[in-house]
């Protein structure tokens, strides 16, 4: 057990040293405005040769910085939660491998080697999803793993195609996008590829079928890894996707996604799940304002979002061990009164992730939103936005008013305690950044502040529908159970609110069942194989059809033997013709 601990903490001691090391060489690069291209050549064939190529500037280093410290704040928050696991190093190494996996991908400027960092992310997250070894675990691990791949075929057409044009890096097409139908083609299916992995709408049933997977990896993967893989690769190749005519069809996803997760989440009672569903609507975010063609904002909110979801889903974590395993928000209650830290870290993560003022996503959120406003769009976008802006902030308190303020609806007598100093210490790291991180950023990445001009009441919309989404949160919330049921009446609207507008069964059921039970015979034939069909077994359904047909004949039917007879001398008839 001993041995266990040590290498938590010497992980946890390399990962931040790492980190540290990037945040230095990033503020290095970004003053002298350096970047570093390695390249190494592994194979040639005729024309084209297979290049290993890494990308350092302030953009792969930043990101690298915010990886490697929530990952090594992981595992040391697994070596508390994780406690119990006879095979901890097994679980160390699995994460390690995903870290590793990203890393790839963020320093890769070749779509080659991207593929590897991307299909590395695919398989890990397997491995973690079905880490608890149950049914859910391998329903959920099948469902991520299949819907990844959708990605994994895209990135691989995306190979062949670029063999037209000699290279595989992405940095050397940016110029001659213009009026080029085979880089159309591929823009868009580096945009589809980037869709399966952060989740939009099409493939969105997999992100809160994979909370199956330990806690920790929750934090890891939905915070800064494996779904903003998707949003990383489209900030990349932005200067090739923005000309795209299916540009605008991801915006309009993004805030269907945006507007989706937000109101599954008022429906959800799984702890887990809805801090799963938040994430996706900040990936619909995200993925929408950077198809307005704003990729500095979408990695901004990236990383502060990074911070504080990390965050969430780690006070999350210390409340299910405390509650013995149960993730039903209905059981809860009180927490700020048994769990004052691990509240004070929730709370104030929940904050951020609504915008309030000075904490890390105000300073994303207020900026996004107030772009969008300044943009030339339509209403439907303006009201998309600001709605769904109104809905993290309605189910935020509701989450806050199930967990806080409501009575603890556990057991009578059950010992709550909030002295696992291990967990805390590793929350109140991801706390600190989670203030700081945003106003940090924004003075680091951008090297001219946004100056928006806007009237008075669109200045303060963001406050009035955060105050409205708040008010309708603490509403619902506080109202009984009869007269809840009254107001959800509409069972049909509300299953369907609620299932993510069918999501998930359209994925699994969908695409499988019915092709399944459609071709299930063509399958048995084909599971039998040839010989089983036309011999033996085979052979003898042959005989017993024929046989049925032959019994028909035996039948004492007159028209039978009428029909018989004609034929017979036709037949003749037709003989004796052609001997003459």
């Not at 929730?346 to 107030?370: H, Q, R, T, V």
Request: charged share 5%; glycine share 4%; with cysteine.
């Amino acid at each position: 057990m001993n041995m266990n601990k040590n290498i938590c903490y010497l992980f946890f001691i390399f990962l931040f040293f790492f980190s540290m090391m990037n945040l230095f060489f990033m503020i290095y690069f970004i003053m002298n405005n350096m970047i570093i291209f390695f390249e190494w050549e592994l194979i040639s064939l005729n024309s084209t040769s297979i290049v290993m190529s890494i990308l350092l500037d302030w953009m792969s280093l930043l990101f690298m910085m915010f990886v490697l410290l929530i990952s090594s704040v992981v595992i040391y928050y697994s070596k508390s939660y994780m406690v119990s696991e006879l095979n901890l190093i097994r679980f160390i190494i699995l994460v390690l491998l995903f870290v590793f996996s990203m890393i790839l991908l963020i320093i890769s400027p070749n779509i080659i080697s991207i593929l590897l960092g991307w299909d590395g992310l695919g398989l890990v997250s397997y491995c973690l999803v079905i880490y608890y070894q149950n049914l859910k675990s391998y329903n959920a691990g099948m469902l991520t793993a299949l819907s990844n791949r959708i990605g994994d075929v895209l990135i691989l057409m995306v190979i062949s195609w670029m063999l037209n044009y000699g290279s595989w890096n992405y940095i050397f097409y940016m110029n001659f996008m213009k009026n080029d139908l085979v880089m159309e083609f591929i823009s868009v299916m580096i945009i589809m590829a980037a869709m399966t992995k952060s989740a939009q709408i099409p493939f969105s049933s997999w992100l809160p079928a994979a909370m199956a997977a330990p806690t920790p990896v929750s934090a890891l993967v939905h915070s800064s890894t494996l779904v903003t893989a998707g949003v990383y690769l489209l900030i990349r190749f932005n200067l090739l996707i923005v000309n795209t005519f299916f540009i605008k069809i991801l915006l309009l996803l993004g805030m269907l996604t945006m507007f989706m997760a937000g109101i599954s989440a008022n429906y959800e009672f799984d702890l887990k799940k809805i801090i799963a569903l938040s994430t996706l609507s900040q990936l619909g975010l995200m993925m929408s304002i950077l198809s307005m063609g704003f990729p500095d904002l979408a990695f901004f909110h990236l990383l502060t979002h990074a911070m504080f979801k990390a965050l969430l889903f780690m006070c999350a974590g210390v409340i299910i061990h405390m509650m013995n395993d149960i993730q039903d928000i209905r059981y809860m209650g009180g927490m700020n009164i048994y769990l004052p830290l691990t509240s004070l870290c929730l709370n104030i993560s929940n904050m951020a992730l609504c915008g309030i003022p000075f904490l890390a996503g105000f300073y994303s959120k207020d900026l996004i939103l107030e772009m969008v406003s300044f943009s030339s769009l339509n209403m439907f976008v303006f009201f998309f936005y600001y709605i769904s802006t109104g809905l993290t902030m309605y189910y935020t308190i509701r989450l806050i008013m199930y967990l806080m303020i409501n009575d603890f609806n556990l057991l009578s007598i059950y010992n709550l305690y909030d002295e696992d100093y291990v967990m805390l210490n590793s929350m109140f790291m991801l706390l600190f950044m989670s203030v700081v991180s945003g106003s940090m950023l924004s003075w680091l990445i951008f090297y001219y502040p946004y100056m928006i001009m806007l009237p008075f009441h669109l200045k303060m919309m963001v406050i009035y529908v955060s105050i409205m989404g708040g008010l309708i949160g603490f509403m619902v919330s506080n109202m009984n159970i009869y007269s809840l049921n009254k107001f959800m009446k509409t069972y049909s609207l509300s299953s369907f609110m609620c299932l993510m507008w069918f999501m998930p069964n359209l994925s699994t059921y969908g695409l499988s069942y019915y092709f399944l039970n459609y071709g299930q015979n063509l399958l048995k034939n084909i599971d039998m194989g040839w010989s089983e069909l036309y011999s033996g077994y085979g052979m003898m359904n042959i005989l017993k059809n024929y046989s049925i047909f032959y019994n028909m004949f035996q039948l004492n039917n007159l028209k039978i033997y009428l029909f018989s007879f004609i034929l017979w001398m036709m037949i003749i008839i037709y003989m004796l013709l052609m001997s003459m």
